[in-house]
C-alpha cells in the first residue's frame, strides 16, 4: 500500500532553516509528482510546492526563493529545504502523492514545523 512518511520538523528561530524529508513507498515513485502542503488550526491545507516527475518544479507565491522542494528517485524521497523561515511558515507540513496509475491521493502523517523566538 502507498505510504508517506514525513520527518525533520521542530523548532526553529525566525531566519532559521530547516529540510524536510518524506520517504514513499508503495507505488511508482520515478513516474509521481509530488507535492508539499501546510496547514494550520482553523485554515485550510495550503499548497506550497510541487515536483514533477521529470523534476520540474512549482511553488506558492508565499515561499518561493526561500523554500526549494526537490526528489531522489533511488531513496524514494522528496525533500523540502526552508530557509528564512518565518513565523508565518508555522504549520503542519505534508507531502502529497497523486500515482498516475490510480489518480487517487495519498498523503503523508504530517511533521509539525513552529518558528518562533
Known amino acids: 500500500q502507498v505510504q508517506l512518511v514525513e520527518s525533520g520538523g521542530g523548532l526553529v528561530q525566525p531566519g532559521g532553516s530547516l529540510r524536510l524529508s518524506c520517504l514513499a513507498s508503495?507505488?511508482?515513485?520515478?513516474?509521481?509528482?509530488l507535492g508539499w502542503y501546510r496547514q494550520v488550526p482553523g485554515k485550510e491545507r495550503e499548497w506550497i510546492a510541487s515536483?514533477?516527475?521529470?523534476?520540474?518544479?512549482s511553488y506558492a507565491s508565499s515561499v518561493k526563493g526561500r523554500f526549494t522542494i526537490s526528489r531522489d528517485n533511488p531513496t524514494n524521497t522528496v525533500y523540502l529545504q526552508m530557509n528564512s523561515l518565518k513565523p508565518d511558515d508555522t504549520a503542519v507540513y505534508y507531502c502529497?502523492?497523486?500515482?498516475?496509475?490510480?489518480?487517487?491521493?495519498?498523503w503523508g502523517q504530517g511533521t509539525q514545523v513552529t518558528v518562533s523566538s
Open positions: 502529497k502523492v497523486v500515482p498516475p496509475t490510480s489518480g487517487a491521493s495519498y
Open positions: 508503495g507505488f511508482a515513485f520515478r513516474m509521481s509528482p
Open positions: 515536483i514533477t516527475s521529470a523534476g520540474g518544479t
